[in-house]
Nanobody
Framework: QVQLVESGGGLVQPGGSLRLSCAASGSIFSISAMAWYRQAPGKEREWVATIFRGGSPNYADSVKGRFTISRDNVKSTVYLQMNSLKPEDTAVYYC??????????WGQGTQVTVSS
């Protein structure tokens, strides 16, 4: 019923930028806040940013001022613009519900590697 597909990751040098996309199918996008999460090797998955239905964002302190979350409700897509990337941003990035993640909705994620 609900599928989330992340894309846009890649290899970037420190200080560089990437724009991630999360395309949603099903009805959940129109109802729910959406969020980006990430999981680095050997670490638990952590919350990165949330965007509410009307477009208001919240960010983790670690990315505040560098990342921008946005959404296109017509395209059912949520984006994460990542600027001034640091090696510690290296992780697999996932999207899911914004208030609480639903284990049914985890997609394949998209790998972001920040390295020189």
């Amino acid at each position: 019923q609900v599928q989330l597909v992340e894309s846009g990751g890649g290899l970037v040098q420190p200080g560089g930028s990437l724009r991630l996309s999360c395309a949603a199918s099903g009805s959940i996008f129109s109802i729910s806040a959406m969020a980006w999460y990430r999981q680095a090797p050997g670490k638990e998955r952590e919350w990165v940013a949330t965007i509410f239905r009307g477009g208001s964002p919240n960010y983790a302190d670690s990315v505040k001022g560098r990342f921008t979350i946005s959404r296109d409700n017509v395209k059912s897509t949520v984006y994460l613009q990542m600027n001034s990337l640091k090696p510690e941003d290296t992780a697999v990035y996932y999207c899911n519900l914004g208030l609480y993640s639903d284990p049914r909705y985890w997609g394949q994620g998209t790998q972001v590697t920040v390295s020189s």
